[in-house]
């Protein structure tokens, strides 16, 4: 008797603690997707916008805690750090020392920071499923558009050096200018921004991967998503789910040939294609390989020849025309992008010892601070993210707590 009373006073313990956390809770418990939905909305609250200061807090807090954590592998891999460590001290000596090698080490030290800036932006544009920086847009796109304009306009694309890329400089001597020449003249950050895509796909597939082998539950609201997606039934799925679910059974049963093919293509239901091949245990080489051949080598040559084309002379100048077209506002608008366009080709004709006009349009600064806000907006994402991902480690441990007494 007296253990089933001892037993008939445990689920009220815990009851009356679930009251205390919760708050809201009269005299029954909270169903599983009635505290999930709970503890979402709370979440969704916390943004800069609306909660500043604890927004700012439990950011700094989660920093602190991923620095921790990122602190502690390095040191379960401190061998490997190490060896890294004596490179980097060797190569800083073969770079300060001075010698006949300097030519080759600033010619290293020129095209590795130059990959490593257009893969960094290819990260910061695929991290995060989907809310990542859109670099294409702000970074490559212009680049690859200055680069065909100019093609065009010199009929060259041996810019001088220095200060090509900074600034684009007309040849003296005009040579053969194609499609091809152009390509390879922007294939290099091309590729490496695609191969930084690729690189930002791998969070998401070794989280799904480390959970399944694992068999745990992922602090990770992508993954309860996609677990979701596929529990549901057809008819309960919109249009976007079965398009998601499509491609995640393509990728199933096709394996390396079903990642190229979504991967391949400005394909926006490609976000998931990580946690798809971590969670169905596909090889990582399978998976990454895939995806980078995809990504750097084929996707990227079809964005970028719709670039080139899209920015092409001739294109060019009917867009202008289409636009003068416009009733009403055709005039007032053709007028200051065909000044912007002239502007941009005599800064291509300028002679040496003669400075670089600095006159901007106001398409130059509306674009400036296109992407001064869009930099700014993709900043406040990552600190509200990082201070949801705290409240969520709390709220998980209040409920942790919760069962422990």
Known sequence: MAECGAEGELPQRRLGVKEQLNGELTGSELSLDERRQRDNDERAALVLWKKPLLTLQYFTLELLITLKEWIWRLWQQRQTVFGLLILLILLSIAYCIEGTHQEYVRYMEKKTLWCAYWVGLGILSSVGLGTGLHTFLLYLGPHIASVTLAAYECGSVDFPEPPYPDQIVCPQQEGSISLWTIISKVRLEACMWGAGTAIGELPPYFMARAARLSGADPDDEDYQRFEEMLDQTQSAQDFATRAKVAVQKLIQRVGFLGILACASIPNPLFDLAGITCGHF?????????????????????IQKLFVIVTFSRHIVEQMVSLIGAVPLLGAALQKPFREYLEAQKAKLHHHAGEGIPTEESWLSWLFEKVVVIMVCFFVCSIVNSMAQSYAKRKQQEKYSEGKTE
Request: glycine residues 10%; charged residues 10%; aromatic residues 20%.
């Open 281 to 301: 245990l596909v090889p990582f080489w399978t998976f990454f390989g895939a995806t980078l051949i995809g990504k750097a080598i084929i996707k990227m040559h």
